[in-house]
C-alpha cells in the first residue's frame, strides 16, 4: 500500500481494544506486550490480560509469509492442552500485524533456568520436561511441528506449568546465524526458521 510502518510501543492501543501495558519480550519474529482486552474489562471479566505478539514490518512486504503466518495461526487456535499456550486472534491494525494470546504472569522458561546456574533441582526440573513433552506430542497428534522450539518459547505460569508458544509459526521465517546462536533468525522471503543453538542437525 505504500503506507509507512507503524512502530508500537507500550501506551499504544490497537483496534481501539488492546491497551499495551508493558513489553515482556523480543525475538527474532516480533515484540510481546502485556496487555489489556478493554472488551474483557467492559464484560467485568477478572482476567482482561492478554498477550500481543506484534510481528516484524517484514510480514508485510512479503504477502506468502502472512499467508503461511495466518495458516498457522489457526492451526495452533485448533490445539487445546494445558502445555501449549492458546492463541485467540491474528489481525492487523492498519500496517501492523499482530497476534493475540493466552497471557502467562511468570515470564519465560529461559529466565527461569538463568536463576539456576547449576541446574534445576530434579524435583522442579523434571515436571518441566514433562509437561513439555506432552504439549509435543498433543501438537505432533494433529500434524503440528514447532520448528523452533527452545527455553525462550515456552512461559511459565505462577504455578510452574510450562505452556509452549509460537507452535507452528516458525514456519512463517528463515535462517542465518546471529553471534550468540540464541535468536530466532528470520527472514520472511524464505518461509523458515530455526535458532542456532537449539536447531537439529538436519536443520
Known amino acids: 500500500s505504500g503506507a509507512p510502518e507503524r512502530e508500537v510501543h507500550a501506551g499504544d492501543v490497537l483496534k481501539e481494544r488492546f491497551y499495551l501495558e508493558k513489553e515482556v519480550g523480543r525475538g527474532g519474529m516480533g515484540i510481546v506486550f502485556k496487555a489489556k482486552d478493554e ?34 495461526s489457526r492451526k495452533a487456535q485448533q490445539l487445546t492442552h494445558d502445555n501449549i499456550l492458546r492463541v485467540y486472534d491474528f489481525d492487523k491494525d492498519g500496517t501492523v500485524i ?25 524435583d522442579k526440573g523434571w515436571p518441566i520436561i514433562a509437561g513439555l513433552a506432552r504439549g509435543l506430542g498433543r501438537a505432533h497428534r494433529d500434524n503440528i511441528v514447532h520448528s523452533d522450539f527452545k527455553p525462550g518459547n515456552v512461559m511459565m505460569t505462577q504455578e510452574g506449568t510450562p505452556k509452549l508458544f509460537d507452535m507452528g509459526i516458525a514456519r512463517a521465517a528463515k535462517s542465518g546465524a546471529d553471534s550468540k546462536g540464541e535468536t530466532t533468525v528470520f527472514d520472511a522471503g524464505e518461509l523458515g526458521a530455526l535458532t542456532p543453538a537449539y536447531a537439529s542437525l538436519e536443520m
Open 98 to 122: 499482530y497476534m493475540t494470546m493466552e497471557y502467562c504472569d511468570a515470564g519465560a522458561l529461559k529466565d527461569w533456568i538463568k536463576k539456576h546456574p547449576n541446574g534445576m533441582p530434579w
Open 39 to 72: 472488551r474483557k474489562v467492559e464484560a467485568q471479566d477478572k482476567n482482561p490480560w492478554v498477550a500481543v505478539k506484534v510481528l516484524n514490518p517484514e510480514f508485510r512486504k512479503h504477502p506468502q509469509a502472512l499467508v503461511a503466518l495466518q495458516r498457522e
